[in-house]
């Protein structure tokens, strides 16, 4: 799961040693898992007898909170999207991308953006409605006093979505969204 092997967090590392409170917050914030509380306290609980050493073992012990398949989707997906999430820090990163990610591009140089999680999906949005607006000042501020001004324009103002034939081609893209700006 980890995106850099030289990071010595990885997921194993999670499993096993993260307190269930801790695994609890990482599955609900990450995964917007809602059986956060019972898959925690249930790798905890099985952790303690053995040592949790593969995928299969862990997506068992979510499949016994959970039950069968979901619309397709594995019990784990969002256990496991969690666990990814965490190892990588891909929210802070993205978020850190974000924060001036504008001063990269030219004037009219345009920045496109996949996401496939809500929560990334969101930070976007937020940074991109940022970059677009004219000033950051408080709404009912008399006069403009931050010295901001607006770094794009909006191309998306709502994410575009895979066509259904692109999902016939590519199952796996049925979460993305696109959002495109262009710098003025």
């Known amino acids: 799961m980890r995106m850099d092997r030289r990071q010595s ?6 499993v096993n040693t993260f307190s269930a409170p801790e695994l609890e917050r990482i599955l609900r914030q990450y995964g917007e898992e809602p059986q956060a509380r019972p898959i925690a306290l249930m790798i905890a609980s099985e952790r303690k007898m053995k040592v949790i050493e593969t995928t299969e073992q862990l997506a068992d012990i979510v499949g016994r909170i959970k039950g069968k398949r979901e619309r397709g989707h594995h019990p784990a997906t969002q256990t496991f999207q969690a ?13 850190r991308f974000l924060e001036s990610g504008y001063k990269l591009l030219k004037p009219q140089g345009r920045m496109v953006i996949i996401s496939f999680h809500s ?12 970059w677009n607006r004219d000033c950051l000042c408080p ?7 931050c010295g901001w001004s ?23 893209a049925r979460s993305a969204k696109l959002r495109a700006v262009e710098r003025i």
């Open 150 to 172: 607006q770094k794009v324009k909006l191309l998306t103002t709502r994410p575009l979505s895979p066509s259904l034939s692109e999902l016939e081609a590519n199952p796996r």
């Open 83 to 95: 666990l990814r999430i965490a190892v990588n820090q891909e929210l802070e990163n993205l978020d």
């Open 9 to 14: 967090l990885d997921a194993h590392q999670i």
């Open 119 to 130: 929560l990334e999906d969101r930070l976007v949005k937020m940074a991109f409605r940022k």
């Open 139 to 145: 709404p009912r501020t008399p006069t403009c006093q």
